[in-house]
């Protein structure tokens, strides 16, 4: 950046010794240092100087501009790099944040925030203050340039400019940054908005509901384009302040310096020198402002990231990430699940969602999760896959509590929800989901297709198991999908299934076949299903049914 800015002045100043020789051929003869230079390099003819001297110049033109292109190289590679590197780091520590975190945090901020927050972190804060300290050390080596050459001039000038852009900066400042606390609110609420028109289709259409989904993106996006467009015009407004003047300036600097009795001759050389220099400074000026009017526009973002991801990196660090692990052995499972004065409140609630829940779930065993919608069944389910941690009580495995070795527990469950979340794949990247291509095992694929009662279905298929099924699986039926979803569980090899209400959404029929399905694993794996059918609990070996947070055996 120094470097730079010294060869920016030189080339600024290297112009006025030129412009003189140009217009007065005796300047050299008037200036013995200049003309004990000239006669050093050879070039003491008035042309020769001349000629030397335009090439000089040049050539610092050149290596100042290869050299902030370089420069810009390195800043520009340096903050993709970070971008793309904090990017990651962001949703791998949303990833590894509690369940209740991404329970009670809306996506779209999360979205947005890993999407754009990263790019706006280092695209607009982080590049900017950059670029300001670049050009604010260039400026204030060319007003230094200018003390040299005329320090009454240059103070003024450095006067004029300082008072100008400390005006504009603490007249915009507050506005500004009013404007980017607008812009960050709304830019994830329309992506919230987005999300929920675009994602319920289905619904959307049939309800006619597109003008609902269209009017609250719309307010939400004129509230985020208006702050937008207020902080454009104020980020535009000071170059024109600016210009206006400094050029007012040049003009009122030649008025004095004639009405002071300044010679033709000392003017001009002087006049093209500031008008260089002006030229020069303008833009830097327009630059300082523009750069930290967006920097204060996006500090309330940046803010934001920048607590949530050093809050979320101390967390991890004193081992209070979402899971506290405090060992990655797998768990062992020979006898039986022991649930032991279990009990759970949700942070924010009053009251207890469970209350001293005992009983036992044998290994093998076909157990079913009954009782009324707000009962407690899934936060039971929750804390039993490791989601949630209780309030007291724990729940054992052959005497060892869960909560000792969460993830060693979670190697032995698989988990099939309602609504089967599906990829944008194949079914076999589906079935195998987290794996890339070459660490899919074909043998436990098929193994899983065939203990779903998948096999049928996909032999139809012209590209089989490597068929797309479209975003969320828009081109399978409701059935179809709760099979991959099964033989997604399946190919985990687990020894605890649970479900979660996986049939209640399907029809009889398909309801029947997949309860089927289900049975034929009963004594291979322990099954716990939540279920409101009776059919599909028909063949369990006991159900547990919850009422107002406490379980009974029946």
């Known amino acids: 950046m120094l470097f730079g800015a010294i060869l920016e002045a030189l080339g600024i100043s290297a112009i006025l010794p030129l412009v003189s020789v140009i217009g007065d051929a005796t300047f050299l003869e008037r200036h013995p240092y200049l003309m004990d230079w000239a006669r050093c390099c050879g070039v003491a003819e008035h042309t ?25 190289r390195l800043q520009i590679s340096f903050a993709t790099n970070n971008m793309v590197y904090y990017s990651r780091e962001l949703l791998g520590k949303y990833l590894a944040k509690p369940y209740l975190f991404h329970v009670n945090n809306n996506t779209a901020t999360l979205i947005r925030n890993v999407n754009s927050g990263a790019s706006v972190a280092f695209n607009a804060i982080m590049m900017p203050m950059f670029q300001l300290l670049t050009e604010i050390i260039t400026a204030a080596t060319i007003w230094l340039m200018l003390i040299i050459v005329d320090p009454i001039t240059a103070l003024m000038v450095a006067g004029i400019l300082s008072v100008l852009l400390l005006a504009i900066l603490r007249g915009f400042r507050r506005k500004i940054t009013r404007q980017g606390k607008v812009q960050n609110e709304f830019s994830a609420q329309y992506i919230k908005w987005l999300n929920q028109g675009l994602g319920a289709i289905k619904e959307t259409k049939i309800m006619h509901k597109e003008a609902f989904f269209v009017q609250e993106f719309g307010k939400a996006y004129d509230k985020f384009g208006h702050a937008n467009g207020i902080f454009n015009f104020l980020n535009q407004l000071p170059r024109t302040i600016i210009e206006a003047v400094v050029v007012s300036g040049l003009l009122l600097l030649i008025v004095i310096k004639a009405l002071m009795g300044g010679s033709p001759e000392s003017i001009v050389p002087l006049l093209g020198m500031l008008a260089l220099a002006a030229f020069r400074l303008m833009p830097s000026a327009n630059r300082i402002v523009s750069f930290y ?50 009990a759970f409140k949700y942070p924010e609630g009053k009251k207890r969602v469970l209350k001293n829940i005992n009983f036992d779930i044998p290994k093998g065993s076909f157990v079913g999760i009954i009782g009324s919608s707000g009962a407690g069944k899934t936060t039971f389910v929750d804390i039993l896959l490791g989601l949630l941690k209780p309030t007291s009580g724990s729940i054992y495995v052959d005497g060892v509590d869960i909560g000792d070795n969460i993830h060693g527990w979670q190697e032995n469950l698989a988990y099939v929800p309602q609504t089967i979340y599906l990829i944008d794949g194949t079914i076999k990247e589906n079935i195998a989901l987290g794996l890339k291509m070459q660490d899919i095992d074909e043998e436990k694929v098929e193994r899983a297709i065939a203990m779903a009662e998948l096999a049928d279905y996909i032999a139809t298929l012209p590209d089989g198991i490597n068929t797309k099924v479209g975003e969320r699986g828009v081109k399978l039926s409701g059935g179809q999908r709760q099979r991959i979803g099964i033989a997604r569980a399946l190919y985990q090899q687990p020894k605890v299934l649970v479900l979660d209400e996986a049939t209640s959404a399907l029809d009889n029929e398909t309801e029947k076949n997949i309860t089927e399905t289900i049975l034929k694993l009963k004594g ?24 107002n947070g406490m379980a009974q055996v029946i």
């Open 48 to 72: 020769s100087f001349i000629i030397v001297s335009a090439l000089f110049i040049m050539l610092l033109y050149l290596l100042k501009n290869a050299y902030i292109a370089w420069e810009c």
């Open 524 to 547: 291979k794996i322990t099954i716990i299903a939540i279920a409101h059918r009776t059919t599909t609990l028909a063949e369990c070996d006991f159900k547990v049914k919850f009422i």
């Open 293 to 342: 009017n967006g920097i204060k526009f996006q500090q309330p973002l940046f803010n934001q990231l920048y607590d949530e991801f050093y809050a979320i990196r101390k967390q991890i660090e004193q081992g209070k990430s979402g899971q506290e692990y405090t060992s990655c052995l797998p768990m062992e499972f020979q006898d039986k699940i022991s649930v032991r004065a279990l």
